[in-house]
C-alpha cells in the first residue's frame, strides 16, 4: 500500500484553472486528477490511496471548507492545500486550524503551490506511516482480554504489581502472569516500550489516556 | 333595313331608287313646268305676244332655293324638257329659240340664286332684311340676264320694236319670279307635311278667301263692263289682299297676288275689267305696273307683321322665363340666411328679406321707406359713412364687423359683419347699395373662448401659417422665447429656431405640411428654442394640423425641459454614484472574477515553462497552453469591459432591451458574489418576451441593486439561501422582473418607505441604492415595488412598458421622416 504513487486531486468548478493546475502539476511529475465539484471529488476518489487534496474554497455545492470539515471524520483523509480567489484572514486561520497543509490565493505562484503540494504529500506519508503503526498495535491490543487490559491499564499508569493485586483483588502472581501475557501479546520487551504503544494507541483511538 | 325600318320618311324615300326618283323629279319638273308655260300662253297681248307675268320663270327660282347646287343640273335638265315640250309646234316663237332662251334663265336664275346666298339671305323670306334682297335679284337681275341676250340678238337682227318687247319681257319675268317664288317657296319649303298642317290649321279661311277673292276678282277684272268700268274697281281685292298679309303671311298674299294677276291679265286680254280701255299693247304695262304697286307693299307689309307677332311671341316667352328666375330669386332673398337689404341713394329702405326683418325685430313691411337712420338708431353712426363710401365711390365695402349696441338687451354681446355692395343699372348709373349681414356671435364666442384658453395654458403655443409664418402666439411664449407679441407676429417662425437647426427645420417643416397629423416634434431627439438673447432652450413640441378658414395651419405646443434637463442630470449623477457604490460592494467578487483566469494564465505559462525544460519538450500540449492562455486572457479583458461599462458616466440611451440577455449578464456580474455568500440563485426566465425600451446599463444596475439587497437581506440566514430571479410578461402587458429572497423580508410598516431616499434597513447603507433604482425603473416609464411573499422572505420586482412590433415601427418611421439630428 505505501509503495501506490501518490495522486494530487484538484477541485476546482473553473475549468480552464483547474486544467491549468493540473497541467502545472502534472508538469512538476505529479500524478494528477481534477474534479469539478466536491462532490464528484467524494464519489470518484480512490480509497486508501495516498495523496492530497489541491481544493477551491468557493464552489457551486458544498464548498472547499465543508469538505474539509466531513473529511475529519475519515479514516483515509488527505491533506489539503486550500486555493481562492478571495480568501480572507479568519477563513484561513479556519482552514489551518482544521489542519490545511496551506492556503494559497490565485493567481498562485508556481513555487508556492509545488512546495506546499510536495509538504501535503510527505504529511500523508507520514500520516499513513503513523496510522498503518497506530493500525497494528490496535489490532494487538485487540487480542487482549479484559482482564489484561485492566492489568495493561495499571501497568502503564506506573502500578507495581502489587498495587495492581491490591486493587483488582488478585494474587501478585496471577498479576505477574497477565503482565508477562500482555508484553508478549503487545510485543514489547520493556515497560518504557509499553508506555509509548499506549500513548500512540490513545492518540489514535478512544482509549483512556494513561492517566 | 334596320336604318330605315326606324325612320319612317326615308323609308318612303328609300323605296325608290335614286335614278328612278332623279328620273321622277325630272319629269315632275318638266310637267309642271309645261302646264304653267301654257296656261301663260292662253294669256298673251298682241301685238307683241308677250303676257304680263311669267310664272314659269319662278319654278327653276324655287327650285334652285330649295336644293342644293350638285342637284341643279336634275332640274335644268326638266326644264330643258319642259321649255321645248311647251313650245313645241309655238307659231310665236319655235321651240329652238325657246331652248336658247332657257339657256339664259338657266344662268339668271343660277346668278340671283347664288348672289342672294353670298348675302346671307339663307332662309330667303321670313325677315324684311331678306326680302330686301330679294326684290332687286328677282325684279331687276334675273329678268335682265333672261330677256337680255335675246333682246340683244332682236336688235342685232333689226327685229321690229326691240325696246317696247324688252320692258314687257323684262317685267313679265320681274313679276313671275317676284310673286309667284314666295308663294311656291314657302309652301314647299316645308315639304307636303307642311302644306298638309296648314291646311288643316287654317283650311277653311284659306278656302274663305280663295272663294272670296275668286269672286271679287270676277267682278273686279272679268265683269264684261266694257269701257264703262271705273278704275275704283282696282281696289275691290285690296281688304282680301290686306286680310292675307296680315293673317294668313307672305305665302298667302303671294298666292292671292298670283290670283289677282291671272285675273285682272285674263280681264285684259278678253277686254273686260278697268284695263279693257286701253289698247292690248299698253295694258300690259298698265297692268304689270298695277301689280307691282299691289305686290311690293303687300310682301312687304305680311313679311313686317309676321316679324312682329314672331318678336312678340319670343318676348311673351321671355317675359315667362324672367317671371320664373325673378320668383326663384325672391324666394333666396326672403329666405337666405343671411340678412339682405337694399337701400336707395337718400339711404331709404327700398327692401329688406325676412332674415334681416327678424334679427331687428320688426316686421318686413315695416322698414320699407324708412331711412338706415330711423330704423337703426343706434347703429346709424357706424353704417351710413359706409353707404356714402359706397355711393360716392361706387366700390363695395366689405367684412365690416359691427357689434351690438350694450344698451339693446336683444343685441348686447352680438355680433355681425356687413358687407356693402353698390347696384347699378345698364348704363352704369348707381341705384342704391345692397348690404349683406352676416351674424357672427357664435363664430366670435369661439375664437374668444380659443383664444382664452390657449391664452391661459402655462405651454408656450405658436400657431403658424404653410408658409411658415407666426400667425398667432400666447403669453407664455413671450416669456419663453423673450419676444413682445408683436415683434414675432408675421415674422417667420425660423426666429424661434437655433442658427444650427434652421435649414433642417426648413425641409422638415415642408415634410410635415404633406402628412400633417398630430404628433410630437422629432420624436427621440433633442430640440432646442432660441432665446431672443441668442441662448438655447431645450425644448419638447408637438405639432396639431388645423383646417382654418385662411388655409392649413400648425398649433406648436413648447414646453420648457429645462428642469427636467437638470433633474435628468442629477439623477445620472446619482445613478453614477450608487453604480460606483454598488460595485464597491462587489469589489470581492469581481477580482476572483478576474483572477480565476489569471490564475489559468499564471498555471499554464508556468506549467509551458517546464514542460519546454524537458527533452524532446511535447510541443503540441505547449500549444495547446498557449490556445488556453489567450482564451482566458480574453475572459479577463471581457469581464474589465463589462465592468467599465458600468461603472462610465454616461447619458441615457435608449434601445430595444431583452430582459433576459439583460438578466444573463447580470447573473455572470453576481455569479461569484452568489458563491462568496454561498447563496444559490436561481433563474425563471419566461422565452420569447417582447423588448422594453431602455438604458441597458440602468436595468442592469437596477437588477444588480435587487440581487445584491437580496443577497445582504439572507446573510444572517442559517438555511438555504436561495434567490429566484423571474422574468415574465404580466397582465397589463408589462415586462416584469421579481426577484424573490429567503430572508426575513420586511417589516410591514417599512415597506412604504423603502424605495425613499436616504432610508435604509441596512447598517452600513447610505439608503440610496432603492431609491435611485425606482427613478431609474421610472424614468423607463416603469414601476419598482417590494413585498413579502406568503411563505417568508421579500419580493423585489419591477415591470417596464414593452416595446412591441408597434412601437418600434412607429419610431422608426419617424426617424425616416425627420431624419437625423433634428432640433
Known amino acids: 500500500m505505501t509503495s501506490a504513487t501518490p495522486i494530487v486531486h484538484v477541485v476546482d468548478d473553473d475549468d480552464s484553472l483547474r486544467a491549468a493546475v493540473c497541467r502545472l502539476l502534472r508538469a512538476a511529475g505529479h500524478e494528477v486528477r481534477g474534479y469539478p465539484s466536491a462532490g464528484d471529488f467524494l464519489l470518484a476518489r480512490p480509497k486508501n490511496t495516498p495523496g492530497c487534496v489541491v ?157 | 333595313m334596320r336604318h330605315t325600318e326606324s325612320v319612317p320618311t326615308t323609308r318612303q324615300a328609300g323605296n325608290w331608287h335614286p335614278v328612278l326618283r332623279t328620273v ?58 319642259g321649255v321645248y315640250a311647251a313650245y313645241y309646234g309655238d307659231t310665236a316663237i319655235p321651240e329652238t329659240s325657246a331652248l336658247l332662251a332657257a339657256q339664259f334663265h338657266f344662268v339668271a336664275v343660277a346668278s340671283g340664286v347664288l348672289v342672294m346666298r353670298r348675302l346671307g339671305a339663307g332662309a330667303p323670306f321670313g325677315n324684311t332684311a331678306s326680302l330686301l334682297a330679294f326684290v332687286p335679284v328677282a325684279t331687276v337681275l334675273v329678268p335682265v340676264l333672261t330677256t337680255g341676250p335675246i333682246d340683244a340678238m332682236r336688235f342685232v337682227s333689226g327685229a321690229p320694236d326691240v325696246w317696247p318687247v324688252a320692258v314687257r319681257s323684262a317685267l313679265c319675268v320681274a313679276l313671275g319670279v317676284l310673286i309667284t317664288t314666295p308663294a311656291l317657296t314657302l309652301t314647299f319649303a316645308n315639304g307636303l307635311a307642311g302644306l298638309r298642317t296648314e291646311i288643316r290649321r287654317r283650311g277653311v279661311e284659306i278656302a274663305g278667301l280663295a272663294a272670296a277673292l275668286a269672286v271679287a276678282g270676277f267682278f273686279c277684272f272679268e265683269w264684261p263692263a266694257g269701257a264703262t268700268a271705273s278704275p275704283a274697281l282696282l281696289c275691290a281685292p285690296l281688304p282680301l289682299l290686306l286680310w ?26 278678253h277686254g273686260n275689267g278697268p284695263f279693257a280701255s286701253h289698247p292690248p299693247a299698253e295694258m300690259v304695262l298698265e297692268v304689270q305696273f298695277f301689280l307691282f304697286a299691289v305686290s311690293l307693299p303687300l310682301m312687304l307689309l305680311a313679311t313686317v307683321i309676321e316679324e312682329r307677332r314672331r318678336a312678340v311671341a319670343t318676348l311673351a316667352e321671355r317675359e315667362q322665363e324672367v317671371r320664373g328666375q325673378y320668383a326663384q330669386l325672391a324666394t333666396i332673398y326672403h329666405t337666405a340666411p343671411v340678412g339682405l337689404a337694399f337701400v336707395d341713394l337718400e339711404l331709404r329702405l327700398v327692401n329688406v328679406n325676412d332674415f334681416l326683418a327678424d334679427l331687428n325685430g320688426l316686421p318686413a313691411e315695416a322698414h320699407i321707406g324708412q ?64 348690404t349683406v349681414v352676416q351674424e357672427i356671435t357664435e363664430r366670435k364666442r369661439t375664437e374668444e373662448r380659443f383664444r382664452l384658453v390657449v391664452e391661459s395654458t402655462p405651454t ?35 426666429v424661434l429656431v437655433p442658427e444650427r437647426f434652421r435649414r433642417a427645420h426648413t425641409g ?100 509551458a515553462e517546464m514542460l519546454l525544460e524537458a527533452s524532446p519538450a511535447p510541443l503540441d500540449e505547449v500549444r495547446q497552453i498557449l490556445e488556453d492562455i489567450r482564451k482566458d486572457d480574453l475572459r479577463a479583458s471581457e469581464v474589465i469591459r463589462r465592468l467599465r461599462a458600468l461603472l462610465r458616466k454616461r447619458e441615457m440611451e435608449l434601445q430595444p432591451v431583452d430582459v433576459n440577455d439583460l438578466t444573463a449578464e447580470v447573473m455572470l456580474l453576481v455569479r461569484a458574489e452568489s458563491l462568496r455568500r454561498g447563496v444559490v440563485v436561481e433563474t425563471g426566465l419566461t422565452p420569447g418576451l417582447p423588448p422594453v425600451r431602455g438604458d ?30 423571474r422574468t415574465a410578461l404580466n397582465s397589463k402587458g408589462y415586462v416584469e422582473v421579481a426577484v424573490g429572497d429567503a430572508g426575513a ?26 431609491s435611485i433604482a425606482r427613478s431609474l425603473v421610472e424614468a423607463h416609464g416603469g414601476r419598482i415595488r417590494a413585498e413579502n411573499a406568503p411563505r417568508g422572505g421579500a419580493v423585489f420586482s419591477f415591470e417596464l412598458p414593452a416595446c412591441g412590433e408597434q412601437a418600434g415601427r412607429e419610431s422608426r418611421a419617424a426617424e425616416k421622416v425627420l431624419g437625423g439630428a433634428i432640433p
Open chain 2, 696 to 725: 441597458k446599463v440602468h436595468l442592469q444596475q437596477v437588477l444588480l441593486n435587487l440581487l445584491l439587497n437580496g443577497m445582504e437581506a439572507m446573510a444572517g440566514v442559517s438555511g438555504e439561501k436561495k434567490l429566484t430571479v
Open chain 2, 24 to 81: 321622277a323629279t325630272v319629269l315632275l319638273f318638266a310637267a309642271a313646268y309645261f302646264v304653267l308655260q301654257r296656261l301663260t300662253f292662253t294669256l298673251r297681248f298682241p301685238p307683241y305676244q308677250r303676257t304680263t307675268i311669267w310664272a314659269p320663270g319662278a319654278l327653276l327660282f324655287t327650285a334652285f332655293l330649295l336644293a342644293p347646287p350638285l342637284r341643279w343640273w336634275v332640274y335644268y335638265t326638266g326644264l330643258c324638257i
Open chain 2, 371 to 434: 331711412t338706415v337712420r330711423q330704423i337703426f338708431p343706434r347703429y346709424a353712426d357706424t353704417i351710413e359713412p359706409d353707404y356714402r363710401h359706397v355711393i360716392e365711390t361706387g366700390h363695395p365695402v366689405v367684412n365690416v364687423e359691427v357689434h351690438g349696441a350694450p344698451a339693446s338687451p336683444s343685441a348686447a354681446g352680438r355680433c355681425w359683419v356687413l358687407s356693402h355692395y353698390p347696384v347699378k343699372d345698364a348704363a352704369g348709373a348707381l341705384l342704391g347699395v345692397n
Open chain 1, 55 to 211: 481544493l477551491d474554497v468557493h464552489m457551486p455545492g458544498p464548498s472547499g471548507l465543508d469538505l474539509q470539515a466531513g473529511f475529519a471524520d475519515l479514516d483515509d483523509a488527505l491533506p489539503i492545500v486550500f486555493l481562492t480567489g478571495h480568501g480572507d484572514i479568519p477563513m484561513s486561520v479556519r482552514a489551518i486550524k482544521a489542519g490545511a497543509v496551506d492556503f494559497l490565493t490565485k493567481p498562485v505562484q508556481r513555487d508556492a503551490l509545488l512546495t506546499a503540494v510536495r509538504s501535503a504529500l510527505n504529511r500523508d506519508a507520514v500520516d499513513r506511516t503513523a496510522r498503518e503503526k497506530s493500525g497494528a498495535l490496535r489490532s494487538q491490543f485487540d487480542t487482549l482480554t479484559p482482564r489484561e487490559r485492566a492489568v495493561f491499564a495499571l501497568v502503564v499508569a506506573g502500578k507495581l504489581n502489587k498495587q495492581i493485586a491490591g486493587e483488582l483483588g488478585a494474587s501478585e502472581r496471577t498479576i505477574k502472569a497477565h503482565r508477562a501475557q500482555v508484553m508478549e501479546k503487545m510485543r514489547v520487551t520493556s515497560l518504557p516500550e509499553l508506555v509509548r504503544a499506549a500513548e500512540q494507541l490513545h492518540e489514535s483511538t478512544s482509549l483512556p489516556a494513561p492517566v
Open chain 2, 745 to 770: 423580508g420586511v417589516a410591514p410598516d417599512r415597506l412604504p418607505r423603502l424605495f425613499e431616499p436616504f432610508f435604509s434597513t441596512k447598517a452600513e447603507g447610505m439608503g440610496l441604492g432603492l
Open chain 2, 508 to 607: 422638415h417643416r415642408a415634410a410635415f405640411s404633406e402628412s400633417p397629423t398630430a404628433r410630437p416634434m422629432a420624436a427621440g431627439h433633442e430640440l432646442y428654442g432660441r432665446h431672443k438673447d441668442g441662448s438655447e432652450i431645450p425644448v419638447e413640441i408637438s405639432l396639431t394640423p388645423i383646417q382654418a378658414a385662411e388655409g392649413p395651419l400648425v398649433l406648436c405646443a413648447i414646453v420648457d425641459v429645462t428642469e427636467r434637463k437638470r433633474a435628468d442630470e442629477a439623477r445620472q449623477e446619482l445613478a453614477h454614484a450608487s453604480r460606483l457604490a454598488l460595485m464597491g460592494e462587489l469589489t470581492a467578487s469581481i477580482a476572483h472574477e478576474i483572477n480565476q483566469p489569471l490564475g489559468a494564465i499564471l498555471s499554464n505559462a508556468d506549467a
Open chain 2, 244 to 269: 292675307a298679309a296680315m293673317r294668313l303671311g307672305l305665302a298667302a298674299v303671294c298666292w292671292a297676288l298670283v290670283v289677282v294677276a291671272y285675273q285682272s291679265t285674263r280681264g285684259a286680254v
Open chain 2, 460 to 494: 408656450a403655443v405658436v400657431i403658424v401659417d404653410a408658409a411658415g409664418k407666426i400667425v398667432l402666439i400666447n403669453s407664455r411664449c413671450e416669456q419663453l422665447f423673450g419676444y413682445r407679441r408683436k415683434a414675432l407676429l408675421g415674422q417667420s417662425v425660423d
